[in-house]
């Protein structure tokens, strides 16, 4: 089972004034069908742990970029 928070669904639905962020999460959820779709299991799973990771350092405001006060979006750290 999994669980979709109502952001996410607001931009997949094009909500008027909750849609801000409607490209990042399209891109977002197609990078995570491109890798769902991998034929070999290793590679699939390889894949998504390095997803993991990434977003990961993007949430502990490590990566090359960070999500700004608010939590949503990304912009280049300086």
């Not at 959820?29 to 491109?34: C, D, H, T």
């Amino acid at each position: 089972m999994e669980f979709v928070d109502t952001s996410i669904l607001c931009n997949l639905l094009d909500v008027p004034g909750k849609n801000q962020h409607q490209r990042k999460t399209v891109e977002e959820l197609r990078l995570k069908r491109y890798i769902a779709q991998l034929g070999n299991g290793h590679d699939r799973r390889d894949r998504a742990k390095k997803l993991h990771a990434l977003l990961d350092l993007v949430i502990r405001g490590e990566a090359p970029w960070v999500l700004p006060h608010g939590g949503v979006g990304r912009t280049l750290s300086a």
